[in-house]
């Protein structure tokens, strides 16, 4: 069945380094993925999405990178500050399948000033 | 507010129970889409409405769950005979529908089943 998973589970780093969480998914059908952020006690928000026709995207500090063959997709925040820490969530989806969102279970990202 | 809500934003029941949840969606928003999230995981997906249609319902979902938007508005998520596992947050978010659309999430509904 649909599958995403999801690394790490927790990821600390210090105030401006750089972190990175990796994604992979089952449906080789799968087309558009979405990264959302979930702070404490809050709902999750969209932060960027890539489809499969791009292997790159850039939105400031933050970047997506998709691997089709590999159905791989990562997640790249830069220059991390306080206030990046939260959960953060991949996901994949089919466009024009009405968008049926598979979650990974989460990355809890700390960024200690 | 504009954006989808949930009501109510809590819940605590008796197994056995009954209980109903409703979203309202953003209002151009077509589709709508139901999630459980428990303590730890993402969003597990339930199904999901294209104006009145339910289109899709996760096979995880038991007979138990029943869901419906009748007038391709708000939506409603029935659990009957609720049971200690079904203790989570209910999440519902809303889209358009166009090729790459952003989901965008209620503040969800925490229920607590004793």
């Known amino acids: 069945g649909e599958n995403v998973e999801q690394h790490p589970s927790t990821l600390s780093v210090q105030e401006g380094d750089s972190a990175v969480i990796k994604c992979t998914y089952s449906?080789?059908?799968?087309?558009?993925f979405p990264w959302y952020k979930q702070e404490l006690g809050k709902r999750p928000q969209l932060i960027i999405d890539?489809?499969?026709?791009?292997g790159e995207k850039k939105d400031q500090r933050i970047a997506v990178t998709l691997n089709k063959t590999a159905k791989h997709f990562s997640l790249h925040i830069t220059e991390t500050q306080p206030e990046d820490s939260a959960v953060y969530f991949c996901?994949?989806?089919?466009?024009?399948?009405?968008?049926?969102?598979?979650f990974g279970a989460g990355t809890r990202l700390f960024v200690k000033a | 507010d504009t954006g989808v809500s949930q009501d109510p934003r809590h819940k605590i029941t008796k197994r056995g129970q009954n209980v109903t949840f409703r979203c309202d969606p953003i209002?151009?928003?077509?589709?709508l889409y139901w999630y459980r999230q428990t303590l730890g995981q993402g969003p597990e997906f339930l199904t999901y409405?294209?104006?009145?249609?339910?289109?899709?319902k996760s096979r995880l979902l038991s007979d138990r769950f029943s869901a419906e938007r009748p007038k391709g508005s708000f939506s409603t998520l029935e659990i009957q005979r609720t049971e200690q596992g079904d203790s989570a947050m209910y999440l519902c978010?809303?889209?358009?529908?166009?090729?790459?659309?952003?989901?965008?999430f209620g503040p969800g509904t925490r229920l607590t089943v004793l």
């Open positions: 890539i489809r499969s026709n791009v």
């Open positions: 409405f294209q104006n009145e249609a339910q289109l899709e």
């Open positions: 996901a994949a989806s089919i466009m024009g399948g009405g968008f049926k969102t598979i």
């Open positions: 978010a809303s889209s358009l529908t166009l090729e790459t659309s952003e989901q965008f």
């Open positions: 449906d080789s059908a799968s087309n558009y």
């Open positions: 209002s151009e928003h077509n589709r």
